[in-house]
């Protein structure tokens, strides 16, 4: 099972956010069969096989194994994820862009680089696992109290100068085994805060 995986499928996507799927899917964390699920749930057997149905077509829950029980088969299964991330090229031409109107102050942008590196991440992660590769990655995530906008300010034009900086030294254009990585560096408020504000 994966720790987190990405749907980049539309059908799969719409599947994934109907509350009783994701709640089976939520309850999948361990194997299960239809006759366990619908005790828990509240739900009738068929119903929920109904569902399981669905998610297993879609690559969203596996099969783990096959117990009879008289006449009866009964199916167990797992979802093949602890989590789910919806990419956002199920969305096809209306996901967002951030080749347009790139702007380092702007919230929108933010989310648009989001977005596209939760797409690139999600074809990364496919490919690797089809290859039986390790993907390398690379994350910083950590939390700043800033005095004042003047020293978010003078903060951002420091971190800009040092990753400038540290792209400079090791980007090498003329390496022939080399490969392209992307970075993303963001600064936006803790939204755990409850000082914060839109304009704090």
Known sequence: ???VA???DHEAAEISLDPVRARLLAELAEPGSASTLA???GLPRQKVNYHLRALERHGLVELVEERRK???TERVLRATALSYVISPSVLGAVQPDPEQQPDRLSARWLLALASRMVRELGL???GAAKARKRLATFAIDGEVRFASAADRAAFADELATAVTSLVSKYHDDSAPAGRDHRIIV???PNVTSK???PDG
């Open 186 to 188: 963001a600064v936006h």
């Open 124 to 126: 990364l992660i496919t």
């Open 1 to 3: 099972m994966q720790e």
């Open 70 to 72: 008289g006449n009866v």
């Open 195 to 197: 000082k914060e504000t």
């Open 39 to 41: 005790q828990r749930i």
């Open 6 to 8: 990405v749907i980049d």
